[in-house]
T-cell receptor
Framework: DAKTTQPNSMESNEEEPVHLPCNHS???????IHWYRQLPSQGPEYVIH???SNVNNRMASLAIAEDRKSSTLILHRATLRDAAVYYC?????????FGTGTSLTVIP | SQTIHQWPATLVQPVGSPLSLECTVE??????LYWYRQAAGRGLQLLFY??????ISSEVPQNLSASRPQDRQFILSSKKLLLSDSGFYLC????????????FGNGTRLTVT
């Protein structure tokens, strides 16, 4: 399973876009890229996933580099409710391995 | 719609006591099931996963075990708890076909005293 690396923490001002980076330089051709977020004392929540093409949903956008060695989760307008730990995972098969994620602070 | 139930929400157990945490999924069949543990301030550690009844894959050797007696039931057990077993235990499910994402329960906070 490919290892992912993310910054430990990031800050954003409320109502501004947030770009959360993830490196997965050893990703294989069949590994999907998933993003989850976790609020304190709650289970992680699915955000988005993709393979090669950029993906959009109601929560966020996922931009995947052409070589697939990195990706960026984009929150278009950060709100205070977006403050959480964001995990990037590369997945193939049945195993999902989480790293330590990026703790996002949203400043009012 | 699919739902996942996990209980209890909190648990305080003495060292050496047994443990049983239960997780059930509704609204789907033949899900992949997972147990994760999260120590305070840390990431999630995959403990066990199951792709079918009676099929358990263990990721980390320890004094915990898992069982899947029914298609949508996943149980985490221990015969004798250690202090190091304290943590936030999360059950999750994913669909059995394709790149299905994980869906987590609300977790059980276990404190071993």
């Amino acid at each position: 399973d490919a290892k992912t690396t993310q910054p430990n923490s990031m800050e954003s001002n409320e109502e501004e876009p947030v770009h959360l980076p993830c490196n997965h330089s050893t990703i294989s051709g069949t590994d999907y890229i998933h993003w989850y977020r976790q609020l304190p004392s709650q289970g992680p929540e699915y955000v988005i996933h993709g393979l090669t093409s950029n993906v959009n949903n109601r929560m966020a956008s996922l931009a995947i580099a052409e070589d697939r060695k990195s990706s960026t989760l984009i929150l278009h307008r950060a709100t205070l409710r977006d403050a959480a730990v964001y995990y990037c995972i590369s997945n193939t098969g049945n195993q999902f391995y989480f790293g330590t994620g990026t703790s996002l602070t949203v400043i009012p | 719609s699919q739902t996942i139930h996990q209980w209890p929400a909190t648990l305080v157990q003495p060292v050496g006591s047994p443990l049983s945490l239960e997780c059930t999924v509704e609204g789907t069949s033949n899900p992949n099931l997972y147990w994760y543990r999260q120590a305070a301030g840390r990431g999630l550690q995959l403990l066990f996963y199951s792709v079918g009844i009676g099929q358990i894959s263990s990721e980390v050797p320890q004094n915990l075990s898992a069982s899947r007696p029914q298609d949508r039931q996943f149980i985490l057990s221990s015969k004798k708890l250690l202090l190091s077993d304290s943590g936030f235990y999360l059950c999750a499910w994913s669909g059995s076909g394709g790149p299905s994402p994980l869906h987590f329960g609300n977790g059980t906070r276990l404190t071993v005293t």
